[in-house]
Each structure stands twice: as structure tokens, then as C-alpha cells.
């Protein structure tokens, strides 16, 4: 069974990057046709799809936040990674990290990190 585990910084202060990692075990982010995504959730809102990266390595954004997206991965850690430059409060949510035969359907989820964006 494919676990995922988000990492990274609980607080970030405006106009930094945020950065997060998602640890994947039981399965390698390589195999055939999965993609592993993004999503976040802003307090008292609902569910927001940030992007992906797919087994082969290509990358798919959500147009609204692409000019500020960033996912990566390394292979040999069997990690993706996220980065959202010039955050604001408004970037204050619970970040997920999930992977499936697209993008949706998902098929395995992180418990999810809360990032606060304040001075």
C-alpha cells in the first residue's frame, strides 16, 4: 500500500517561497502512469488542485497559480517536492499531497501539513 508523508515548515513569512516535500513509500513515484500532485486547502474553504508531476517527469499546473508553482522530484529519494514563491496570507492552508492514475482520481493521500503565512 502506497504511503505518502508531507514535510516541510509550518510558518513562512510573506513574499518567501514556500517549500514542501512528500515522502513516498510502498510504491516509486516512477511507476507507469501515476501522477503526484498538490492540493490545498485554505481554512473555511474548499479543496484547491495546485499541480503535478507525472511518472515520466512532466509537469501540469493549475493556470491560476502556475506563474507562482514549482513541483519537482528526486527519483533516488523517491520525493516530490512543492515550491510557491512571493506567498501571501492567502496561502495560509492545509497542503496535501496525493497520487493516482491522473489527477484526479487519487488513490492515496498525505495526512496533510498546515502552513501559516504570517510576519
Known amino acids: 500500500q502506497v504511503q505518502l508523508q508531507e514535510s516541510g515548515p509550518g510558518l513562512v513569512k510573506p513574499s518567501q517561497t514556500l517549500s514542501l516535500t512528500c515522502t513516498v513509500s510502498?510504491?516509486?513515484?516512477?511507476?507507469?502512469?501515476?501522477?503526484w500532485s498538490w492540493i490545498r486547502q485554505p481554512p473555511g474553504r474548499g479543496l484547491e488542485y495546485m499541480g503535478a508531476?507525472?511518472?515520466?517527469?512532466?509537469?501540469y499546473y493549475n493556470p491560476s497559480l502556475k506563474s507562482r508553482t514549482s513541483i519537482s522530484r528526486d527519483t533516488s529519494k523517491n520525493q516530490f517536492s512543492l515550491q510557491l514563491s512571493s506567498v501571501t496570507p492567502e496561502d495560509t492552508a492545509v497542503y496535501y499531497c496525493a497520487g493516482g492514475l491522473g489527477f484526479p482520481p487519487f488513490d492515496s493521500w498525505g495526512q496533510g501539513t498546515q502552513v501559516t503565512v504570517s510576519s
Open positions: 508531476i507525472g511518472y515520466e517527469g512532466s509537469n
Open positions: 510502498g510504491g516509486s513515484i516512477t511507476t507507469s502512469y501515476y501522477y
